[in-house]
């Protein structure tokens, strides 16, 4: 099984940054599609970001170039830097791995972290 713990999460202002991070078991990490997810209360958990094996990402919409994808396969690591943060970026950021490529329920991903809490205040 594949292991995923976020960090980097806090209280923040509008307008300030966070980088999240994500650090992972497994062997073949690097084999790995990786992708950040949120949840922010009373609402469905949405997609936020991915990024394939080769480090091509792809973002949701409403990210508009605040925030950046990044891995370091030396590291078994996953990171989502945050820009600009705004009130509506509150909410629970979960990693997660897709190891076999197949399924559609969760996006696809096998795997998922225990998530990391984003306040921003106004």
């Known amino acids: 099984q594949v292991q995923l713990v976020e960090s980097g999460g806090g209280l923040v202002q509008a307008g300030a940054s966070l980088r999240l991070s994500c650090a992972a078991s497994g062997r073949t990490f690097s084999s790995y599609r990786m992708g950040w997810f949120r949840q922010a209360p009373g609402k469905e958990r949405e997609f936020v970001a991915a990024?394939?094996?080769?480090?091509?990402?792809a973002y949701a919409s409403f990210v508009k170039g605040r925030f950046t994808i990044s891995r370091d396969n030396a590291k078994n690591s996953v990171y989502l830097q945050m820009n600009s943060l705004k009130p509506e970026d509150t909410a629970v950021y979960y990693c997660?791995?897709?190891?076999?490529?197949?399924?559609?329920?969760?996006?696809?991903?096998?795997?998922w972290g225990k998530g990391t809490l984003v306040t921003v205040s106004s």
């Open positions: 997660a791995a897709d190891e076999d490529g197949l399924g559609s329920r969760d996006y696809g991903m096998d795997y």
């Open positions: 990024i394939s094996r080769s480090g091509v990402s």
